[in-house]
């Protein structure tokens, strides 16, 4: 089993900025992709950004040019630096992560951290 804990969100106005961060524990050797979704009340939880082992990289639109997503390998942790941040992206932000290295779904989820952005 695999164990996602975040940390980073918060509540800033629009136009800021903030960092989420999230750490794999357990058999975290076996991740391959890890991401972040967000799901806003009375929405479905969708797609932030993703990257694979390689750090190959992968955008919803509303996230290009405004955030960036990283991981560190050697510690089990993926990022998401998010700039530029508007009301629209307030939402529950989720760590995800599989094994299988690609552009997945992931079988492991964390309890989600609140992000709320102020106009």
């Known amino acids: 089993q695999v164990q996602l804990a975040e940390s980073g969100g918060g509540l800033v106005q629009a136009g800021g900025s903030l960092r989420l961060s999230c750490a794999a524990s357990?058999?975290?050797?076996?991740?391959?992709?890890m991401g972040w979704y967000r799901q806003a009340p009375g929405k479905q939880r969708e797609l932030v950004a993703s990257v694979t082992r390689d750090s190959t990289k992968n955008y919803a639109d509303s996230a290009k040019g405004r955030f960036t997503i990283s991981r560190d390998n050697a510690k089990n942790t993926v990022y998401l630096q998010m700039n530029s941040l508007k009301p629209e992206d307030t939402a529950v932000y989720y760590c995800?992560?599989?094994?299988?290295?690609?552009?997945?779904?992931?079988?492991?989820w964390g309890q989600g951290t609140q992000v709320t952005v102020s106009s």
């Open positions: 357990g058999r975290s050797f076996s991740i391959g992709v």
């Open positions: 995800n992560a599989d094994p299988r290295n690609g552009f997945y779904i992931g079988t492991y």
